[in-house]
C-alpha cells in the first residue's frame, strides 16, 4: 500500500471528487482511501460517485446519515420522509432511472462499517461519539456514530486546556461542516479532525494525507 488518504463528506459532487482525485494523481490500485459518510445527495451525480469508489480497490466506507437513509431504502424500499426532503427524492428518481444499481449499492453499503480503526489507533467515524462513556459500549449504535454534534463542541475545549481524547491517537470525523467555525478548511481541535469542510454548504471538498496532514480542496464546479 502506498499512500492513505481520507475523504469528507461527498453528498453527489462527482466532478469535484474527480478533481481531488486528479490532484493528488490517486492510485486506484495502491493508495487507500477512507471515506467518512456522505456520499449521496444534495449534489447532482450520487449514483456516479459510488460507481467510482467501487473501482478504488482499498477502499473503506464509514456510514453517514444520507447514506444510511440509502441504505434503508435499497434494502427495504422505504423511503424516509426526512431523507426525501432532504437529497432522497433525486437519488430515488436516480435508482428508478438506473434500476440495475439498486443491488450493487445496496452490497456496497452491506460492506460500509459504522466507524474504521485503523493499526495506528486513528478513529474515522462519520459524526463523532460520547467521550464521556467507553467507545466500546456505543461501537453499534448508529445514532451517536451517524448524528453526534457533540464530539467537536468537547474537542475545542479539550483545545483551550490542552487536553486529548486518550482511546485514539487521532479521531477524523464529517458531519458537521466547518462552516459551524466559519472556516472552509479542515479544522483540527485536541487530536479530533473535521474534515467536511462543507462543499453543500458554500464551502468546499477536501481530501486529506493522513500521514502527512497535507491536504487538497475543490470548489464546487458543478
Ligand atoms: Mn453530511
Known sequence: MNRKFVIGDIHGYHREMMALFEAVRFDY???????????????????????????????????????????????????????TCQGGKE???????????????LDFFEKSRLFYIDEESRLFVHAGFDWKTPFNDQKENKEILLWDRTLF?????????????????????????????RKSIPIHFSNLWMMDTGICHGGKLTMMDIETKNFWQCKRIS
Open 29 to 83: 490500485n495502491q493508495d487507500l482511501l477512507i471515506s467518512l459518510g456522505d456520499l449521496v445527495d444534495r449534489g447532482p451525480n450520487s449514483m456516479e460517485v459510488i460507481e467510482e469508489l467501487r473501482k478504488i480497490r482499498n477502499f473503506i466506507h464509514v456510514l453517514g446519515n444520507h447514506d444510511d437513509w440509502c441504505y434503508q431504502y435499497l434494502k427495504y424500499g422505504i423511503a424516509a420522509m426526512e431523507w
Open 91 to 105: 437519488v430515488v428518481a436516480a435508482y428508478n432511472a438506473s434500476p440495475s444499481l439498486k443491488a450493487i449499492h
Open 153 to 181: 463542541a468537547a474537542a475545542s475545549v479539550y483545545e483551550r486546556y490542552g487536553e486529548r481524547f486518550d482511546e485514539f491517537s487521532e479521531i477524523f470525523i464529517g458531519h458537521t461542516p466547518t462552516q459551524v467555525m
